[in-house]
């Protein structure tokens, strides 16, 4: 199913299509958000995630505690990038009738193609031979699938990272002197402090070294005008306080947070932060270490001003997270890392890439 392009409307488009294994199940190409519907000609508003590393994730909760143990509970969990799916199963409904996306008219035409599929033998002899008969059930059946497929298929969660094989003392884990540093880096509350939102020790929920505590903040990433929903100078997406759980202004605190990704294979992407604003793993770095004091790298300058945290209405500013490295430091101060110091963070970064994802040199 994870793969069958027949269960869209425009009959060209399957999970895989955005979600693809080659590229760490992410997409393929370098657009910030992808085209999909019924002629592959509408752009959704969010930048694809990779699905890899998503078996730990618990479901969302406002006071979820932190898998680290020590921060205070907060805003955390749920899958897509505002957590409004509790489940992989309950995430799957969205992609399948999204107008934008794979864009089936309704469950029935769902499971009418399911009906038609190659493997609609198969459906019948897991979950019985009525399973048809009813539509509701047999779109839940199809859902759980999808489901049991990315939390039981190691190419899922692969750990076979360069990372993986050092931090279990393997051969072929040892790191370079510039990934030790950049480590190091990473690992520094006055430096990177990654660690502190990309946590990578061991979690509550037993998960080790996912480089996420599945919480949201706000980071300010800067408005990108290539998503066509941007054009309107009144559109804004506000991360979870637009959830339905979360009604405005009762939920003002939560505008502008998004879930804090893994960093496992973020050197394989090319569209980061949940618009796509940035379009390298090197220019990430560089905005972590300048958006306060270099603002105008960052953002666009109309008549003289920098317009500061363009995406998001200022009204909601206060929820800008103030840990390091965005610590609000003073416009033209010195950045917390030197020049040395991010190609070395980019060097250990690069060592979150799964095996079958190294370009081989
Ligand atoms: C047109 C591109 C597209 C297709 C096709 C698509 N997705 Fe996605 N997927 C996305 C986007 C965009 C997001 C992020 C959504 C958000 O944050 O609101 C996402 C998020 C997810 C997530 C949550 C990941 C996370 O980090 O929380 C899962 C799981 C997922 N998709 C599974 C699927 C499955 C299963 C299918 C097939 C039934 C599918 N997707 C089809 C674009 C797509
Ligand atoms: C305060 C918590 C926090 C800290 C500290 C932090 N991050 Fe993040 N990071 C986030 C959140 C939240 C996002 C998602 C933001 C968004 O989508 O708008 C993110 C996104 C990213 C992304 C984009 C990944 C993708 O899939 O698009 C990268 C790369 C990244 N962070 C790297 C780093 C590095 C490197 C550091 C240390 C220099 C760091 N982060 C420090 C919370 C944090």
């Known amino acids: ?36 519907g019924a002629r592959l000609a509408t752009a959704g508003v969010r930048a694809v995630p990779s699905l890899r590393y998503q078996e730990y994730t618990p479901p969302y909760e406002d006071m979820l505690d932190n898998p ?18 509790a489940t992989l199963a ?9 107008k934008h996306e794979m864009a089936n008219n309704s469950v029935a035409d769902v499971v009418r193609k399911l ?12 979950f019985g031979p009525e399973v048809f008969k009813n539509d509701q059930k047999a779109f839940r059946h199809a859902l759980d699938a999808l489901q ?12 076979s990272s360069k990372y993986d094989l050092y931090s279990s003392n393997k051969i072929g884990g040892e790191l370079t002197a510039a990934e030790m540093r950049g480590f190091a880096v990473y690992s520094d509350a006055n430096k990177g402090n990654c660690f502190a939102c ?35 100078a009144g559109y804004f997406d506000l991360g979870i306080c637009d959830r339905p759980d979360h009604p405005r202004p009762a939920s003002s605190q939560y505008c502008g947070m998004f879930k804090t990704p893994t960093l496992r294979n973020v050197a394989t992407r090319s569209a ?29 300058t109309v008549k003289g001003v920098v317009q500061k945290y363009n995406d998001l209405p200022a009204r909601y500013r206060a929820n800008l997270d103030k840990q390091m490295p965005l610590d609000g430091r003073k416009r033209g101060s010195e950045p917390p890392m030197t020049e040395q110091e991010m190609q070395d963070l980019e060097a250990f970064l690069n060592t979150l890439t799964d095996n079958d994802l190294v370009v081989k040199k």
Request: net charge positive; proline share 7%; aromatic share 12%.
């Open 115 to 126: 009906r038609a599929s190659a493997y609609a033998e198969q459906f019948r002899q897991a």
């Open 68 to 85: 680290d143990g020590i921060s205070t509970p907060g805003p955390g969990g749920g899958h897509t990038q505002d957590g409004r799916a």
């Open 272 to 300: 980061f932060f949940h618009n796509g604003a940035l379009k390298s793993l090197k220019d990430v770095i560089r905005f972590y270490n300048t958006r306060d004091t270099h603002p105008e790298r960052w953002y666009p």
């Open 198 to 232: 990309h946590y990578n020790g061991a979690g509550l929920n037993g998960s080790v070294k996912l480089f996420t505590d599945f919480t949201y903040a706000a980071i300010g990433a800067p408005r990108n005008k290539d998503i066509p929903a941007n054009a309107k």
């Open 90 to 98: 309950e995430q799957a409904r969205i992609p399948l009738l999204a």
């Open 148 to 159: 049991a497929y990315q939390l039981e298929d190691s190419s899922f969660h692969p750990y």
């Open 1 to 36: 199913m994870f793969f069958d392009q027949s269960l869209s409307g425009s009959g060209r488009m399957s999970c895989a299509t955005c979600h693809d294994p080659a590229h760490a199940h992410a997409p393929p190409n370098k657009l910030a958000v992808q085209l999909g």
